[in-house]
């Protein structure tokens, strides 16, 4: 993981974090868990989830998912699709972290636990931004920053969300502040994690010895038979369906340019995008370093970069953060909270061009280079105007494909039925290829809820409507197909290809163990290596967890380096796709100067880890216990 992650992560040690829909405010940020919750009454469809009857409506849902959309696309620099962070199921981690904010309310309320107004104002009167030289700004100012929010907020809405955040404070402490380190295991953490090696080693490829690999097609029989469960065809069938679709119905519906006007005005957050910059910096790793010594080298590259050297050399040249230091330094563009908060706090405070000073955060010192600035600013409407017209008339369209299906309902009983709605409607029915339950279907592509439940039926009965991404579908399963063990030809292009890499990998297994005993008795790993050109790789000193060349990182291996003193060379050892013999050429200690240095940060750092383990593990049980029901037909219209 490069820095750049490392300082985003090491923002968020609570998954339970009380960080998921944000508020800007002049100067400073404040957890919103206003209108999360709905009142009793509130129609279905506008809701997504309930917790022990504490709702999260579509809006809210919404509002999040697009607030979550525009950060992780500002983190990458725009370089994000939204369909692709979809299908890495962004959606619903987005739900589920909804469900548990509201989860641990509930269970704060079980306990008993209180949140008085003195409190409440207490901690109102303490936010940074609601300060001026360290005096709260008075009541005025302050409600009319909430007016100036988009959308506004009401004093009672905003303390509201303060309630919450400090109820959810509460409850973690009650939870976990018993929770202690001790000395011996906050040394042990440090030597995991500073103690370093350096290595030589070569790898034994099975790509390397393809070409000498035969099988027959008994062997190709035998290894079918062997594992017969990973060549199953599975069950599988064929149907007829009548897809009622949103698209052909758009014609039916309209949009008016004042609905779309007021659903921009409602919906501002999602067209708005933070004040952002782009830097660069240079890190002097604290981690197990002497402090004064990293303090002086940090102090000449500072004044190297402010006497005009060139900052993205000095970066590639000086920077332990690998990740950025081979683009020069380069960080892209990224917002208020996704940085730790001193580097952040430095970082908006240059203006483009300008070089700070040294920044301390627990990384290390940074040198930070600010390289451009983009104001916070909302897309016009005009921009989004055919957007949001499209999207109205899209939601339209599927709510009257719904309204149409469920008439429908009433007159589909039997498959002749489905043929003659098709007629009378001018709609088609179509014949599905045979497919699996996890497989597409031709004409509706991945739609899980009709391939189940064509599972459920028999030939003959009819189903529906069933929801999907872009209707409702009216089904009657015509062919089904049982699982069998295929013959070796109907598989024999995948057994061969899988037989023929196991051979492979033996052989390199087989050639590695031969030419083992021959490094291990070397005097020079390197020299002998080369002699039997075996194309040796040496890394620099390296912590658990670096990535290891050719092989790339892998825990194991990890394991038994860090175990070996300097000079001993390792019996072959094997990952997945590789045989490996390492040989550690020197080791570097831990010192106790280095952990005298660190031991407070990270025993404070060990302590929130394993608060955090042990609060989720107890709000996993509690939810467990709580009725928690989730409407998958208002999560997938929320996001349309």
């Known amino acids: 993981m490069t820095?750049?992650?490392?300082?985003?992560?090491?923002?968020?040690?609570?998954?339970?974090?009380?960080?998921?829909?944000?508020?800007?405010?002049?100067?400073?940020?404040?957890?919103?868990?206003?209108?999360?919750?709905?009142?009793?009454?509130?129609?279905?469809?506008?809701?997504?989830?309930?917790?022990?009857?504490?709702?999260?409506?579509?809006?809210?849902?919404?509002?999040?998912?697009?607030?979550?959309?525009?950060?992780?696309?500002?983190?990458?620099?725009?370089?994000?699709?939204?369909?692709?962070?979809?299908?890495?199921?962004?959606?619903?981690?987005?739900?589920?972290?909804?469900?548990?904010?509201?989860?641990?309310?509930?269970?704060?309320?079980?306990?008993?636990?209180?949140?008085?107004?003195?409190?409440?104002?207490?901690?109102?009167?303490?936010?940074?931004?609601?300060?001026?030289d360290g005096v709260f700004i008075g009541e005025a100012r302050y409600r009319e920053l909430l007016r100036s929010q988009i959308p506004p907020l009401t004093t009672p809405q905003f303390e509201e969300s303060i309630r919450d955040s400090l109820l959810l404070e509460k409850l973690e402490g009650v939870l976990t502040r018993w929770i202690d380190i001790s000395e011996d295991e906050v040394r042990e953490e440090y030597r995991f994690r500073t103690e370093k090696i350096k290595l030589d080693m070569v790898t034994f490829s099975p790509d390397d010895y393809k070409t000498e690999v035969t099988v027959t097609d008994a062997e190709l029989a035998e290894h079918l038979t062997d594992n017969a469960a990973t060549y199953e065809?599975?069950?599988?069938?064929?149907?007829?369906?009548?897809?009622?679709?949103?698209?052909?119905?758009?014609?039916?519906?309209?949009?008016?340019?004042?609905?779309?006007?007021?659903?921009?005005?409602?919906?501002?957050?999602?067209?708005?995008?933070?004040?952002?910059?782009?830097?660069?910096?240079i890190l002097f790793n604290s981690q197990g370093a002497d402090e004064v010594a990293l303090r002086e080298r940090a102090e000449s590259v500072l004044a190297e970069a402010r006497a005009g050297a060139d900052f993205a050399d000095l970066a590639e040249q000086y920077s332990d953060d690998a990740g950025s230091a081979s683009l020069g330094g380069d960080l892209n563009y990224f917002g208020r909270g996704q940085m730790v908060p001193a580097f952040e706090t430095a970082a908006f405070g240059l203006m483009p061009g300008e070089i700070s000073g040294l920044v301390q955060s627990d990384f290390g010192l940074h040198i930070i280079k600010v390289v451009d600035k983009q104001e916070a600013f909302n897309r016009p409407l005009d921009e989004v105007r055919d957007q949001i017209a499209d999207q109205l008339q899209w939601q339209r369209a599927l709510d009257r494909a719904n309204a149409v299906a469920t008439e429908l309902s009433n007159t589909i009983a039997g498959p002749d039925d489905l043929d003659r709605v098709a007629l009378e409607r001018a709609w088609e029915v179509k014949e599905s290829n045979f497919f699996a339950r996890n497989e597409p279907i031709e004409g509706l592509g991945m739609a899980p809820g009709v391939a189940s439940a064509a599972f459920e039926f028999t030939e003959g009965d009819v189903g529906g409507p069933l929801q999907t991404a872009s209707g409702q579908v009216f089904l009657t399963v015509i062919d089904q197909q049982d699982a069998y063990a295929p013959e070796l030809d109907e598989v024999r292009e995948d057994v061969t290809a899988d037989l023929t890499d196991i051979k492979a990998m033996d052989l390199a297994r087989t050639r590695a163990a031969e030419l083992a005993p021959r490094l291990q008795e070397a005097t020079n790993f390197v020299a002998t290596a080369n002699r039997l050109r075996l194309n040796p790789t040496a890394t620099e000193f390296i912590t658990r967890g670096a990535t290891l060349p050719e092989v790339g990182q892998n825990d194991a291996i990890d394991a038994i380096a860090f175990a070996m003193d300097a000079g001993m060379t390792s019996d072959v050892l094997s990952t997945d796709d590789l045989a490996v013999v390492i040989h550690v050429v020197d080791r570097e200690e831990i010192t106790e100067e280095g952990f005298t240095a660190a031991k407070e940060a990270l025993r404070t750092e060990l302590i929130a880890y394993q608060q955090n383990r042990f609060f989720n593990a107890y709000m996993r049980k509690a939810k467990d216990s709580m009725a928690i029901e989730i409407n998958q037909t208002s999560l997938a219209m929320a996001i349309i």
Do not use: C
Not at 12 to 36: C, M, P
């Open 3 to 132: 820095m750049l992650g490392r300082m985003r992560d090491h923002k968020n040690w609570l998954k339970w974090s009380l960080a998921i829909i944000i508020v800007a405010f002049v100067g400073f940020y404040a957890q919103d868990f206003s209108n999360t919750t709905t009142t009793p009454g509130a129609a279905p469809n506008d809701i997504v989830a309930q917790i022990e009857g504490r709702a999260i409506t579509t809006e809210n849902f919404r509002r999040v998912y697009y607030q979550q959309i525009q950060s992780y696309q500002a983190a990458s620099g725009g370089n994000i699709d939204e369909q692709v962070l979809r299908q890495l199921g962004i959606d619903r981690q987005i739900l589920e972290q909804m469900i548990d904010e509201q989860a641990a309310l509930v269970e704060a309320s079980r306990l008993n636990l209180t949140v008085n107004d003195i409190e409440i104002r207490e901690r109102v009167t303490s936010l940074p931004g609601l300060q001026e």
């Open 233 to 281: 065809i599975p069950d599988k069938r064929k149907i007829r369906f009548l897809a009622i679709e949103a698209e052909s119905l758009r014609a039916e519906t309209n949009v008016t340019p004042q609905e779309v006007e007021t659903y921009y005005n409602t919906n501002l957050p999602q067209y708005s995008t933070p004040e952002q910059v782009r830097a660069s910096h």
